[in-house]
């Protein structure tokens, strides 16, 4: 929950949501929660595969999962390594009041469904 909370602060912001907040200051606050979660669920994960690792290896939702993280990732590094990077013209107080640009909202809504993507296959990952 702390994860996708933090992600979907962000990723909503991009999709325009409460323009008022500038999205670097708001990511300065929400990454370093994002971060900590996910260092929590990685180890939790580990072990969880390691317990159960000859039913998840057989399981195609554990595999489109693992994908859906891989993707998740991928977006959110181009995201940091182009988009954001521009950020102090399209995140400016005079700005703000516009739309955020095209490249903000294409990081944006892929990321709200891959991770509720993620987390879907988590609930039925339980059941295969």
């Not at 909503?12 to 606050?29: D, F, I, P, Q």
């Not at 390691?50 to 859906?68: G, N, R, T, Y």
Request: glycine share 6%; with cysteine; aromatic share 10%.
């Amino acid at each position: 929950g702390l994860l996708f909370g933090s992600i979907a602060v962000l990723d909503l912001r991009l999709l325009g949501v409460s323009r008022s907040l500038s999205a670097r200051t708001l990511a300065k606050h929400v990454l370093p929660w994002t971060a900590a979660s996910f260092l929590l669920i990685v180890p939790s994960g580990f072990l969880m595969f390691s317990a159960h690792a000859s039913e998840f290896i057989q399981s195609p939702v554990f595999v489109v999962k693992m994908c859906l993280i891989l993707a998740a990732g991928a977006n959110a590094a181009l995201f940091h390594t182009i988009t954001f990077r521009t950020a102090d013209v399209w995140d400016s107080e005079e700005m703000r009041r516009l739309p955020p640009p095209p490249s903000a909202r294409l990081a944006g809504a892929p990321s709200l469904l891959l991770w509720i993507s993620v987390i879907a296959c988590g609930r039925v990952l339980a059941y295969f």
